[in-house]
């Protein structure tokens, strides 16, 4: 069994920063891709910044330049650093991650995590 939790979420101001966390925990895993999605409110939900094999890093066009993603492979974890925050980047943001399940026969799962509120407001 795997799980994902995501968290960091809370009240920033504009122009302010934050860090989301989205972390994997289990046994007999392997993450190959963990993923950063947002959905504000009235809209679509939509990727933000990817993580894949190989330490390839993808964002969404409008977001490059403020936020980046990175990963701390040891901890299952990948992190979302947040800057200059805007009141356009609230939103509920959700991690989702394909990981490799190392069992008798090995198969790939996807997963989302709780989703974790952003608010950027003064």
């Known amino acids: 069994q795997v799980q994902l939790v995501g968290s960091g979420g809370g009240l920033v101001q504009p122009g302010g920063s934050l860090r989301l966390s989205c972390a994997a925990s289990?046994?007999?895993?392997?993450?190959?891709?963990m993923v950063w999605y947002r959905q504000a409110p009235g809209k679509e939900r939509e990727l933000v910044a990817t993580?894949?094999?190989?330490?390839?890093?993808n964002y969404a066009d409008s977001l490059k330049g403020r936020f980046t993603i990175s990963r701390d492979a040891a901890k299952n974890t990948v992190y979302l650093q947040m800057n200059s925050l805007n009141p356009e980047d609230t939103a509920v943001y959700y991690c989702w991650a394909r990981v490799l399940l190392l069992t008798t026969v090995f198969r790939n799962v996807e997963l989302w995590g709780q989703g974790t509120l952003v608010t950027v407001s003064s």
């Open positions: 289990g046994s007999r895993f392997s993450p190959n891709a």
């Open positions: 993580f894949t094999t190989g330490d390839r890093t």
